[in-house]
């Protein structure tokens, strides 16, 4: 079961986000086409899967693209993201400082 699946981390991330689920792998699209700005902004290197977080102006806070390994790795990441805690700096030196 994929960990964003896992009843502790959907309740928090259903709470606190807006989820969008979007799948370009099998989209091809010419360089004249303005949706691939938008792919290229959001996703430059084609990593699966990528959890972009915006804010309430539509503006990209952060970003994870390693794929989430745990639920308590799930937590973390929504308590960097609703915390502000990227206003700091980014979630490796987050997740670094709470381990101690």
């Known amino acids: 079961m994929s960990v964003l699946r896992k ?6 991330y259903i709470r606190n986000y807006v ?3 979007a799948d370009f792998s099998e989209l091809e699209l010419d360089d004249n086409d303005p949706r691939h700005d938008m ?3 959001h996703n430059p290197k084609r990593w699966r899967p990528v959890l972009v977080f915006l804010d309430s102006q539509g503006k990209e806070v952060t970003r994870f693209t390693a794929g989430l390994k745990s639920v308590d790795e799930a937590l973390l990441l929504d308590r960097f993201v609703s915390g502000k805690h990227y206003q700091k700096g980014d979630f490796a030196a987050f997740r670094k400082a709470q381990k101690g």
Do not use: D, Q, T
């Not at 009843?7 to 928090?12: D, G, M, W």
């Open 7 to 12: 009843p502790e981390v959907s309740a928090r």
């Open 19 to 21: 989820g969008v689920h």
């Open 39 to 41: 792919i290229k902004r």
